[in-house]
């Protein structure tokens, strides 16, 4: 049975995109009746290693959790009979490979237990196929994919060399009957020796001719084998000289039989250093009498490679050495995976080191709003006849919001434009406008401060083709950055001036400044390179991040310097200018806040008691009749029943949730002038497009601005 994919959901399962007829199959497969449970659950370490599945061409699989549930990709899936693939998919470890399991069942123990990967070359494994046990040789290598809470699952990248294992045991066993036949032949040459001489003589002779066209049968035989085999095989003589070449060398060298074979590595174009490290090679297998194995880069008509190879001793009847033998094998294709599979381990660690040091400083930043808040509210409950500590109180507890809101909007702002989501509202603007706007949003933090600042933009009017509102929200961060990291009562400088077809504009501080070793990291998302000394400035790290972004959605790019810790830092934007135009600049005035007197009929549906009732207060205060629902169902039933110019509506109700509770208000005839809203924790570009088709007019996030509300009240009323 596929599994049925929520709309909410399926965008966040593209990690199985692609992967050709697996990545169809895991995306169609039940997993909620497994133990992992729906895609979109699953861990973030399990999420991209199969990314890195799915996306391979070399044979890989995965066992996860403590049930090992198998994922695999096509190049694996192709090594599999009729009987076992598809039906592996999703399959328990233990299940899948029953007849193997005594083997392969401690090698993935090792690894789960937390003891690191294990690499296993030519593992000899009956495996059943077509219901028949066979003999196949296979290496591969068992990776753990963990996170800070230890190991969750095994990543397989394997090979079948069944058939490299099987030609070389078949050398191996021509090699011993070859050896045997010679003993043989010696034993009955010892044996003719007691006879006539005559027949002695004779025998001798016929031994010879049938050895000759063994010897013969046999040249041919190995000539045949080695000329055709992908591993390279050659034979040195005691002087470091190549005796043998098979084919696949002397095309590797681009070289001729004539013109290799007598000649040393030095001779063959090898590197000083390569020919010198196999002659000491060759020597110490002449020395120890036995075999050396090493790997090293090659550059031959193949490219750079990088080769695995072995140098073996073969002895005389006198057991001295009389030549060495060597295979190599290309194994660039292992090292890239292996190197692949290395920095996917560290890219996983880098990510899970950030992911939670970002969620403890999420945690203090929340928390430091959320404390003086929680205070304020106490103080106004104390102090019920003080209205001057009630005013303070609302003041501070204000301030602590906006920052609260101001956290969770910087949070909102990065996850659009990392997903491509967000839109600038270009126009041609008067850099001052924009400054000015950015200055009074951070003024009262500079008087707090004890800071000067300093504008020098200077008399020209620098045109800008900009989102004003982006631009003054750079500006504002980096003034904030500037007013955080100075201490108090430092020095501020906004100045901005015009090189050729671009406007630089600088903010300039005297503070903590950045060491020079994090120059090239402050633009990083969650970085805080001065956090050890200032960690009381909070923050989340992501300021400046969306700074740059913004800045180079607009063909800019902004740049840090500073000559050390203690000696200030400056942030540079470099911007185009606008075209010349005669069309006139936006206003950013603010817009008028006065709220409309006519009487409305509003519905306000929250399951969170607190938020829904403390808005109908708010709405009541202004002069509305204001009704209550506590869950979809509620709200529904009221809205069948009632005229409302006004319904606000929460999406994660009970019962029915926000998006039904809309669907079937828009059905109602008599409701169909009403201004339908959502006002709800959810922000992202996908809930706002759900909300719009679900038929609302309006799409808010908690906590809604008063400025917000009094829009919606305007547009209920037809002001």
């Known amino acids: 049975m596929a599994t049925v994919i929520n709309p909410s959901t399926s965008s966040t399962i593209g990690f199985l995109s692609g992967g050709g007829v697996m990545g169809e199959l895991m995306r169609n497969y039940n997993w909620e009746q497994t133990p992992l449970g729906l895609p979109h659950t699953w861990p973030s370490t399990l999420k991209t290693s199969l990314r890195l599945l799915l996306t391979s061409n070399h044979p890989m699989f995965i066992w996860w959790g403590p049930e090992l549930i198998q994922f695999y990709n096509d190049a694996y899936g192709q090594t599999m009979d009729a009987g076992r693939h598809p039906r592996a998919l999703g399959q328990r470890g233990r299940e899948c490979w029953e007849e193997i399991w005594s083997i392969i069942g401690p090698q993935i123990e090792y690894v789960m237990s937390g003891q690191g990967a294990t690499w296993h070359e030519e593992q000899l494994l009956k495996v059943t196929r077509h219901n028949e046990p066979r003999d196949e040789w296979w290496t591969y290598g ?26 070389r045991e078949r050398l191996q066993q021509l ?4 050896e045997k036949e010679i003993e043989h032949r010696k034993q009955a040459e010892a044996q003719l020796a007691v006879q006539h001489q005559a027949e002695l003589i004779r025998e001798q002779e016929r031994s010879h001719q049938i050895l000759s066209q063994d010897a013969e049968q046999r040249k041919r035989f190995y000539e045949t084998f080695l000329s055709h085999t992908p591993d390279l095989a050659y034979v040195f003589d005691l002087n470091h000289r190549f005796i043998y ?12 039989w004539e013109e290799a074979i007598g000649k ?7 590197e000083p250093w390569h020919a010198e490290m196999h002659d000491r090679e060759i020597e110490q297998v002449i020395a120890t009498k036995q075999p050396v194995r090493g790997e090293v880069p090659f550059n031959g008509t193949f490219g750079r490679r990088i080769y695995d190879y072995i140098f073996v001793p073969v002895f005389g009847p006198d057991g001295e050495v009389e030549v060495i033998a060597g295979t190599t094998r290309d194994v660039t294709e292992r090292k890239q995976h292996e190197d692949r599979l290395q920095q996917l381990a560290n890219d ?13 400083t999420l945690a203090h930043e929340l928390r430091n709003p959320l404390a003086p808040i929680r205070t304020g509210l106490e103080l106004m409950r104390i102090a019920q006849q003080n209205p001057a500590s009630h005013s303070k109180a609302l003041a501070m507890m204000d301030r602590q919001l906006t920052q609260l809101v101001r956290l969770i909007d910087d949070l909102m702002e990065i996850a659009r434009i990392n997903s491509g989501k ?16 950015a200055v009074e949003a951070v003024l009262g933090q500079i008087e707090l401060a004890g800071h000067k600042l300093d504008i020098q933009i200077g008399e020209d009017t620098i045109w800008l083709d900009a989102d004003p509102t982006r631009l003054a929200q750079v500006l504002s961060n980096l003034l904030t950055n500037a007013i955080k990291y100075t201490p108090a009562g430092g020095h501020i400088i906004l100045k901005a001036h015009i090189e050729g077809t671009f406007v630089f504009i600088s903010v300039i501080d005297n503070g903590i400044g950045i060491p020079q070793t994090a120059l090239n990291q402050v633009f990083d998302m969650f970085c805080q390179v001065s956090k050890t000394k200032n960690y009381s400035q909070g923050g989340l790290g992501i300021g400046l991040s969306l700074v740059q972004s913004l800045v180079q959605m607009h063909g800019g790019s902004v740049s840090a310097h500073s000559d050390g810790e203690e000696k200030g830092s400056t942030f540079t934007l470099k911007l185009p200018l606008a075209k010349a135009t005669t069309s006139t600049a936006v206003s950013m005035s603010p817009a008028d806040e006065t709220f409309p007197q006519q009487l409305l009929h509003i519905l306000v549906a929250d399951d969170n008691k607190d938020a829904a009732n403390t808005l109908s207060n708010l709405l009541s205060l202004l002069g509305h009749s204001v009704k209550l629902a506590y869950d979809g169902n509620e709200a529904l039933t009221l809205a069948t029943t009632n005229n409302f110019d006004l319904i606000i509506l929460d999406l994660g109700m009970p019962g029915l949730n926000g998006y039904e509770v809309a669907t079937e208000i828009r059905k109602m005839p008599h409701l169909q002038k009403t201004t339908l809203a959502a006002l709800t924790g959810w922000g992202s570009e996908n809930h706002r497009d759900q909300t719009k088709a679900a038929g609302f007019d309006a799409h808010l996030t908690k906590p809604a601005a008063i400025a917000d509300i009094n829009q919606l009240l305007v547009t209920a009323a037809g002001c």
């Open 142 to 167: 068992f990776s753990p994919i963990e996170d800070d809470a230890g190991v969750h699952g095994v990543l397989v990248v394997c090979n079948d060399v069944t058939e490299q294992h099987q030609t």
């Open 175 to 178: 090699n011993h009957q070859l």
């Open 245 to 256: 070449a098979n084919t696949v060398l002397l095309k590797m060298w681009g070289k001729s």
């Open 264 to 270: 040393n590595c030095l001779e063959l174009g090898y």
């Open 348 to 360: 996983l660690t880098e990510a899970n080191r950030r992911k939670t040091e970002f969620l403890a």
């Open 422 to 437: 967000i839109e600038l509202m270009n126009q041609r603007v008067d850099f001052t406008s924009i400054a000015t706007t």
